[in-house]
């Protein structure tokens, strides 16, 4: 069938959660692309701009953003394609949509004629093309430069767009092209891989990880011996735990130049710059530490050294990163900047730990159903380090993960045995 499952349907809005991140982080930082790609085409072997273009045209056209720089005797500069003009011609389709065509992408619980659905997604194709394009490329830079806490960040909501349109399409399509909706799925989980120096990268990524595997679980009966070995592939080029770790690592090193802004400005402006950054009251301790040089620094150190702990802990067994952020939460007494920025640390970790558990489990799941029950004992839940628990049914069998999913009840999965 054509048609989206009703099931399908619920699944892709999983995505609207990073968007909605999204949303709140565009409402602090504000921002959007002042560009858009021209044709990205290979690099010549003519020498290019050592700067990207960065300036509309004059029609309000927007040019390509990091043309590929070669043969100038720069090592650290990128040769080949810039995969993110890719993803901006791919964005600039989109842009053509309507809106009700926007509207079934966003929206995809309600129900639409299959005349429609099938309009959009030979409209998509297109736009799946540059994807796929892009996830061959040689580098991606989209021109803004140094990241800076302040600085605007349009590049996420282009990924999370990109990102929602190639999910419905794969969904769309599993049923009766599953290895081209993997595909899909497999250039699509690239989209973000450039832009997770910063937590909402991290978070983007997450989401994105997360509505690919509802997808797969949900069409796991469609998949044949070929095709549910590539999905297993799939499973196993994940690249989260590392993004994750990289997104910590970033946020602790963003650290010092936001200090060091602060610490080089008067008290007055101190005050005033925390302020628009927290985006809160910060109240009379944290007003108190801004004004004292020395307990700023201490308290930066103490921010920076939890971030870059972070990294670590995303991997750390559930009673391990307990105990830790036990420990550290009980010193955010004693540091009211950090209790500003660090206290939801243990939600953002929990987000993505149920990732990481939904993903082993997707994947001890499709390795039952290709090697049989004995697969289930060689799996580890992330949390635990333990098997999964498994039990059989009439219809098929079960994983189960003490982990929480988000509506405080243990992760678990239901398949049905090959027929």
Known sequence: MNKLSSRSRILVA???LAACLVVLWFSRFGGTFQQTATDAAPASPTAAPSEPQRAAGAGGELVDLSPALTDRGEPSQPRGVNGTNLYLKASA?????????WKMIKQPREEVAEAEAKALYEKLKPVLALIHD????????WGLGEVSIDKPMPQYRIILELAQAALWSAAYRFAEDPAGAIEDLAARAKIPRSETHLLIGGLVVSSIEGSALDV???NARHLDAS???RART????????QDVSRAFAGEAALMDPVFNTLSAMSPEERLKYARSLWGIDLGPAAEKVL???????????FIKRIEAQMAEAMSWPDAQFKAWN????????DYPLAALSLPALGGVRDAFRRVQVEREMLAAGLAILSSGPEAAALARDPGTGNPFSYTTSATGFELRSPTLDKKGKPISMRFAAPK
């Open 14 to 16: 999983g995505l609207l």
């Open 93 to 101: 389709l989109l842009k053509q949509l309507s809106e009700a065509e």
């Open 134 to 141: 892009a996830a061959r490329a040689d580098y991606y830079d």
């Open 216 to 218: 797969i679980r949900e």
């Open 227 to 229: 095709t549910l070995e």
């Open 234 to 241: 799939f499973l196993a080029e994940s690249t989260l735990n």
């Open 291 to 301: 004004l004292d040089p020395e307990r700023l620094a201490d308290e930066a150190s």
């Open 326 to 333: 036990s420990e550290f939460t009980a010193r955010l007494v």
